[in-house]
């Protein structure tokens, strides 16, 4: 296999200004859903559920970070998680793709946990009471700004030819090409 392209996500994306974008997606999401709440049902907030909802917002990251190593499951062997340290307090998970593996399961694993914690977050917010809780649409927008570095990693990698293969660089990711 030969490198196509590497790209250097920590240099192009450095991690505050991905942190800081994330935040503001965040921000602009709870915008945008409380907005729309609001001119839909007007008046209607109901505040109940704080507890389950701060328990929720403890796990949402653990469990973010847990369904990308499930759609790596069958690279079990190749993937390493380790834990690293932003701002000197705050602890994040970090998955490590030590083996090559196709494009697709490496999109597939980026898309994994948007897709199943945004479909669980909503079906629970229609399947409780309290449908109209401001506590869920902070779960989704907070959970969306979580999911903007993998698209990042998504946008940088579907414009690569079909048949590739994704590895873990030092700084970021390179993408193989097959020379069969």
């Known amino acids: 296999m030969r490198c ?22 965040s921000l602009l999401v709870m915008c945008i859903l409380f907005l729309i709440e609001n001119l839909v049902f007007p008046g209607q ?15 949402l990251y653990p469990i973010h970070k847990g369904l990308h190593l499930l759609a790596l499951l069958r ?11 932003h701002f000197y307090i705050v602890p994040c998970l970090q998955v490590k793709v030590k083996r090559v593996i196709p494009k697709w399961q490496y999109i597939a694993s980026l898309a994994l946990p948007f897709v199943v914690i ?11 009471p309290v449908l ?9 927008a907070i959970h969306a700004g979580m ?19 994704v590895e873990d660089a030092d700084r970021g990711f390179s993408v193989l090409v097959s020379e069969e």
Do not use: W
């Open 147 to 165: 999911c903007y570095p993998d698209f990042i990693h998504i946008r940088n990698i579907i414009g690569t030819p079909k048949h590739t293969f």
């Open 75 to 85: 690279y079990r062997d190749g993937v390493q998680m380790r834990f690293k340290r």
């Open 118 to 128: 945004s479909a669980l977050l909503i079906v629970a917010m229609i399947a409780t």
């Open 132 to 140: 109209h809780s401001p506590l869920f649409l902070i779960l989704i």
């Open 45 to 59: 907030f109901v505040m109940v559920f704080e507890l389950p909802t701060f328990i929720a917002l403890l796990l």
């Open 4 to 25: 196509l392209k590497t790209i250097n996500v920590e240099r192009r994306d450095e991690y505050n200004r991905v942190f800081f974008k994330s935040s503001l997606i």
